[in-house]
């Protein structure tokens, strides 16, 4: 999918996390950059659900989408307030495991 687009994020799934990672790492422009932050916003906003209800369609736990949760906030503030993708890649990396 094109880098200068948002991606249409709709669930938590490892697929999903794993095409923001990818997506975020080759991107390059301020304007990339936004879109990217707007997925991830999208992508903690379907977490914060979660956590407040206790768990998601695969069965991870409250403590395990707290985690989730930081690992995307990291990579928000990475690509948006830093402009560092591979960095923000690697945090949000984190997510899946």
């Given at each position: 999918?094109?880098?200068?687009?948002?991606?249409?994020?709709?669930?938590?799934?490892?697929?999903?996390?794993?095409?923001?990672?990818?997506?975020?790492?080759?991107s390059r422009t301020e304007e990339q950059f936004v879109?990217?932050?707007?997925?991830?916003?999208e992508l903690w906003r379907l977490v914060?659900?979660?956590?407040?209800?206790?768990?998601?369609?695969?069965?991870?736990?409250?403590?395990?989408?707290?985690?989730?949760?930081?690992?995307?906030?990291?990579?928000?503030?990475?690509?948006?307030?830093?402009?560092?993708?591979?960095?923000?890649?690697?945090?949000?990396?984190?997510?899946?495991?």
């Open positions: 999918m094109d880098l200068d687009s948002i991606y249409p994020v709709d669930s938590m799934s490892d697929l999903t996390v794993q095409t923001l990672v990818d997506r975020i790492a080759r879109y990217r932050e707007t997925e991830l916003d914060d659900i979660a956590i407040r209800a206790g768990t998601d369609e695969s069965g991870r736990g409250e403590e395990r989408l707290r985690q989730m949760r930081d690992s995307v906030h990291r990579a928000h503030d990475l690509i948006g307030m830093d402009a560092k993708p591979l960095e923000a890649a690697a945090a949000l990396r984190e997510a899946l495991i």
